[in-house]
């Protein structure tokens, strides 16, 4: 009898080692990188650290502090470049999120750009490459005077203020000029415009993990990845109650700010396959914009994570 209950208490304890997680930890940026996660802040297996900037995710993953990350897709290519491939990508986790803010009525299409000066955020950098990109493609590129300001809130101030009449900026900053000047209006999707030019989607975001955690811990890897494709879902489809979930996490500020934003965002969660198919072109533009804003290199087909 007594062999028969340490046969079971063993096999018990057994299958609970078998089956428990490892505890992960969880890194994002604020704003539209990280909204995506606020249906899934309720796990005990995971501990969430949201940043104001990608250094300290990349501190964070240079140290092993962090197993998962939340960034901007080009970051996910020099840290994979930089770490010799110790960084696979996950999931794209958000689509472009810059939009034309004006007050102007005429501005209703890409052409109603020629001519004018607009101000932009981002110069050296992603929107800086994309922006380029779309007015080349429209024929806009000698008819268009881009001025570039320092900070997005610093562009959102001046649109808001109405010192300046046309301006490119990412969102939640495009909420929050909206909310201060109601005569602005996001005139022009700057992702469906990429889409339209380019035939390709806008991967701005993704989600990230060192290679040596997904190897030893696959198990935390499809559990982290199964709850955030629902949590994705749950953002989508109920933004004021994911809003308040943003702004308990600190990943906005403000309820009001996000539940208006989320759908400005784009947020999605595309894996496996359609994953690589997405990032790769993009991969491709930036490269030969920039070729260090990818690491120099296009990123291997190891790079893409696949369950």
């Known amino acids: ?22 505890q992960v930890r969880v890194y994002a940026l604020k704003g539209p990188t990280g909204i995506g996660m606020a249906g899934m802040m309720d796990s005990e297996d995971r501990t969430f650290t949201f940043c104001g900037s990608p250094d300290e995710i990349i501190s964070a993953l240079a140290s092993g502090n962090a197993d998962i990350a939340a960034c901007p897709t080009n970051l996910a290519a020099v840290l994979n470049k930089k770490t010799n491939g110790n960084v696979q990508m996950l999931a794209l986790n958000t689509l472009g999120v810059l939009h034309v803010v004006t007050s102007d009525p005429s501005i209703q299409s890409i052409e109603d750009l020629a001519g004018r000066t607009i101000y932009a955020t981002g110069q050296a950098a992603v929107p800086e490459y994309v922006l380029d990109y779309i007015l080349e493609a429209n024929g806009l590129a000698d008819s268009v005077t881009i001025e570039y300001v320092g900070e997005h809130s610093e562009l959102a101030a001046l649109l808001a203020a109405e010192k300046v009449d046309i301006g490119v900026l ?10 201060k000047n109601k005569q602005l ?28 955690f997904a190897e030893s811990n696959p198990e935390a890897v499809t ?10 879902a749950f953002v989508n489809a109920d933004p004021h109650a994911a809003a308040v979930q943003v702004e308990a996490a600190g990943i906005m500020p403000s309820a009001a700010a996000a539940e208006r934003a989320i759908p400005n965002c784009h947020i999605v969660f595309i894996e496996g396959e359609a994953m ?25 087909s190891s790079f893409y994570y696949a369950r």
């Not at 096999?11 to 080692?17: G, V, Y």
């Not at 990412?170 to 909310?179: D, G």
């Not at 982290?224 to 949590?231: G, I």
Request: aromatic residues 6%; charged residues 15%.
């Open 1 to 22: 009898m007594k062999k028969s209950l340490i046969l079971l208490l063993t096999m018990a304890l057994c299958l609970f080692c078998a089956t428990a997680l490892a």
């Open 170 to 179: 990412p969102e939640p900053h495009v909420t929050s000029a909206l909310m």
């Open 185 to 212: 209006r996001a005139a022009l999707d700057v992702t469906e415009l990429f889409e339209a030019a380019s035939g390709t989607p806008l991967p701005m975001g993704c989600v990230i993990v060192r290679r040596e």
């Open 223 to 232: 559990s982290f990845l199964d709850d955030y494709e629902q949590s994705v």
């Open 276 to 300: 690589r198919q997405q990032a790769e072109p993009f991969f491709q533009l930036l490269l030969t914009s920039n070729p260090a804003s990818v690491g120099g290199v296009l990123p291997e």
